[in-house]
C-alpha cells in the first residue's frame, strides 16, 4: 500500500513533468504554424493566459527558456517586460485585428 503514496516532492516532480511535455507539445505545435495561423492561434492564447498569476507566468517563462536554450532570466525580460513605443506602435494595428477576431466561423 505504501508504494501508491506519492510525497509532496514526488508529486510536484510528476506534474512538473507531465506540464513541461504539455508546454513542449504548444512550443512544437506553434513551430509548424504559418503567420496567419499564429496571429489566429495569439487570439486564444492571449485569452487563456490572461489571467495568470505573475508567478505563474514567471513559472511559464522557466520552461520556455529551457526550450529555448536561454538563461530563464534574459526569458522573463524578453517576455514580460514592457513593450517599447515602437513596438507599442507597430503591434496597434495587430491587436487590433485580435480584438475584433470573429469567431462565427469556428
Known amino acids: 500500500m505504501n508504494e501508491w503514496i506519492l510525497t509532496t516532492e514526488d508529486t510536484e ?48 517563462t522557466e520552461i520556455l527558456a529551457d526550450f529555448w536554450n536561454v538563461n530563464a532570466g534574459t526569458a522573463g525580460e524578453f517576455l514580460l517586460g514592457e513593450l517599447s513605443e515602437g513596438e507599442s506602435a507597430q503591434l496597434t494595428g495587430a491587436l487590433d485585428e485580435l480584438n475584433a477576431f470573429d469567431f462565427g466561423d469556428l
Open 13 to 60: 516532480a510528476f506534474v512538473f513533468h507531465h506540464l513541461f511535455l504539455i508546454w513542449k507539445q504548444l512550443d512544437d505545435y506553434l513551430d509548424t504554424l504559418t503567420d496567419a495561423e499564429f496571429r489566429r492561434t495569439l487570439v486564444f492564447l492571449r485569452r487563456a493566459f490572461s489571467g495568470f498569476e505573475p508567478r505563474e507566468k514567471n513559472s511559464i
